[in-house]
């Protein structure tokens, strides 16, 4: 991210919600939300997706209109399972605390019916909170609380941000961390992971997005920025770029050795392909990964 700038990368991920809602994966996944987040310009290649005008449009325009369309391909399944976990640790399983790690733009604690009863935290680097804060102004939660975390998790202690929030470390939290890893680079995944570990009671779930290594993922995310400098074509994702993915086995290593067992991992494409949503850019859906894990280790007062 720049200096003092939000991330680009939470807008442009709320855009392809904002595509994706009633469009995609009719009937699991749905966010009205998404749009009301968004201005005007940040509307515009929302609106050309959904009234099937992109032909329409040229250069920039027409770029940035096929961008989120692809982004909305992967936001949908992503959201469902993320969404139907943390639905399943509230309301099934009764857990009352929720902390958003890097939660950008997203919608769920003015949309998510099971967060009624829910506590959130919306963890985030300060920039990027102070602008989401801004555009949710007029928005009320249904979350029972929603509280701000502001926090980066580079050069910030994530447990003292919580600690400061009110998250109670004694009680189970569902822990969402969405879109944020392949931002952070491997050490600083780790760190976090080791923190969220430490502020975890027994029956906490972690949710995690990740993307796993890919040598054509990589070489075409290179190509796509290089074309857009070339171009003058200011893309969300060139001054964020990826730092690290993981094997699910890396994945799974990782959370075991912090006493998370993995109970599900699974892939984009295969979730997509379930629900009857788009798949044409399958590698991508193919890449990218939602694994849900369960804190069966220590109590914190023994760590
Ligand atoms: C692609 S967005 C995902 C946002 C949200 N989780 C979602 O899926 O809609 C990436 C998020 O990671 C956050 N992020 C990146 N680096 C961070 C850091 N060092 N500390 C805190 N948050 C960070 C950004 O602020 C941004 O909100």
């Not at 989120?68 to 399943?88: G, K, L, Q, S």
């Not at 009320?140 to 502001?150: K, Y």
């Not at 040598?215 to 796509?224: D, Y």
């Amino acid at each position: 991210m720049k200096p003092g700038q939000g991330s680009r990368t939470a807008i442009f991920v709320c855009q392809g919600r904002a595509v994706a809602d009633g469009r995609m994966a009719v009937g699991r996944f749905s966010d009205a939300v998404a749009r009301r987040l968004l201005g005007p310009d940040e509307l515009r290649p929302v609106d050309a997706v959904r009234d099937g005008t992109t032909r329409r449009l040229e250069g920039r325009e027409r770029w940035a209109a096929e961008s989120v369309r692809a982004c909305a391909e992967i936001m949908a399944p992503r959201t469902v399972m993320i969404d139907e976990a943390v639905a399943d640790a509230v309301t099934g399983q009764g857990v009352q605390q929720v902390v958003l790690l890097g939660a950008g733009l997203d919608t769920r604690p003015w949309r998510l019916p099971a967060l009624e009863s829910a506590k959130v935290f919306s963890a985030d680097h300060p920039a990027t909170q102070a602008e989401a804060r801004t555009r949710a102004a007029e928005l009320t939660p249904v979350a029972r609380r929603l509280v701000f975390a502001p926090v980066d998790l580079i050069t910030e202690p994530l447990d003292a941000a919580l600690g400061a929030a009110g998250h109670d470390r004694t009680a189970p939290t569902v822990w969402v961390w969405e879109g944020v890893v392949p931002y952070l680079r491997k050490a600083d995944v780790v760190a976090t992971a080791t923190v969220v570990a430490r502020q975890s009671a027994p029956g906490s779930v972690l949710v995690v997005n990740y993307q796993t290594p890919s040598l054509r993922a990589g070489i075409g995310r290179g190509l796509v920025n290089l074309v857009a400098r070339l171009g003058r074509i200011d893309t969300a994702t060139a001054d964020e770029p990826w730092r690290s993915t993981w094997t699910p086995a890396a994945m799974a290593g990782l959370l075991a050795a912090r006493g998370f067992t993995v109970e599900q991992d699974a892939d984009l494409l295969s979730l997509a392909r379930r629900l009857g949503s788009p798949t044409v850019h399958s590698r991508s859906l193919g890449n990218g990964r939602v694994a849900i894990a369960r804190f069966t280790g220590p109590a914190p007062a023994s760590r």
